[in-house]
């Protein structure tokens, strides 16, 4: 069996509590080398509570989508984990993230930055790459914080040509001419610290990814230098004492405030 993906105008993968989209572009061809036709996959659609799946593709028989969700569950159910309509998989999943006293759970955590990243487990995640950029969305804010400063932001979109961050600010965090100042100096940092991992043929100015016929292995390459592969190594060099230290500060704190269960009172920046 043999796999080609048609980008056509772009490729687009939505996310959210309850389900998980994609969008194939021009389709994702499947062709095999025996006797079974061709099959072209434009988009799929999974329930992530009931493990519904809705296929729009041509070669597929009516029932591949019902045939596919019972093996889910069968697996699922082999592994223990049984998702419902008022339990999904997402959910599950956030159930073991952090909390803050607004109900957001906590994506990611860098003790040492004193900066953390906080979401809505109602927002949708929406990712697209096209031949211009590579674009994150959010249906609402998530909320950045690092050294006491905390900012609301809504899109992350990288362009190739420019090979430039972009941010748009949104929701709640730094309002008014500080936010306004503070948002273009983030990209700008996240753009320089880009820069030094791209793989080589990425970094040349007007770089158009539809016409470069590596692009799958260029974009592995890029997300293994941005994996933190010396992150184990680095908190190893350090002190117990100081990890435990590094630990209890960022567990009392949330960009908004305390974490849920605090004692202290929760106090949060104006609306932006």
Do not use: C, N
């Not at 109900?103 to 929406?126: F, H, K, M, N």
């Not at 990712?127 to 992350?156: H, K, M, P």
């Not at 539809?210 to 184990?232: C, E, N, Q, T, Y």
């Amino acid at each position: 069996m043999r796999a080609e993906l048609d980008l056509g105008d772009g490729l687009e993968l939505r996310v959210s509590r309850r389900r998980v989209q994609v969008i194939a572009g021009g389709g994702l061809h499947l062709r095999s080398e025996g006797p079974l036709p061709p099959i072209t996959l434009r988009r799929a659609d999974a329930d992530l509570g009931t493990l519904v799946l809705d296929l729009d593709a041509d070669g597929l028989g009516p029932g591949i989508g019902v045939a596919a969700s019972v093996a889910g569950r069968e697996l699922l159910r082999a592994l223990e984990v049984h998702p419902r309509p008022d339990q999904t998989l997402a959910d599950r999943w956030l159930a073991g993230r952090a909390s803050d006293r607004q109900g957001r759970r906590e994506l990611v955590s860098i003790p040492r930055a004193q900066a953390a990243a906080w979401l809505d487990p109602e927002a949708e995640v929406a990712l697209r790459i096209d031949r211009r950029a590579l674009e994150v969305s959010l249906s609402e804010a998530v909320a950045v914080a690092a050294f006491g400063l905390a900012l609301g932001i809504t899109a992350l979109r990288y362009v190739f040509a420019s090979r430039r961050v972009e941010l748009v600010r949104g929701g709640r965090g730094l309002a008014g001419v500080l936010g306004l100042v503070l948002l273009p100096i983030v990209a700008f940092v996240a753009t320089r610290w880009l820069r030094r991992r791209l793989p080589a043929p990425m970094t040349s100015p007007g770089y158009d990814p539809w016409d470069d016929d590596a692009r799958a292995l260029h974009l592995k390459a890029l997300v293994a230098a941005l994996a933190p592969a010396g992150a184990s190594g680095a908190r190893s060099r350090r002190s117990p004492g100081r990890a435990r230290r590094s630990s209890s500060a960022a567990s009392r704190r949330t960009p908004w405030g305390p974490r849920a269960g605090s004692s202290r009172a929760s106090r949060s920046p104006r609306a932006g």
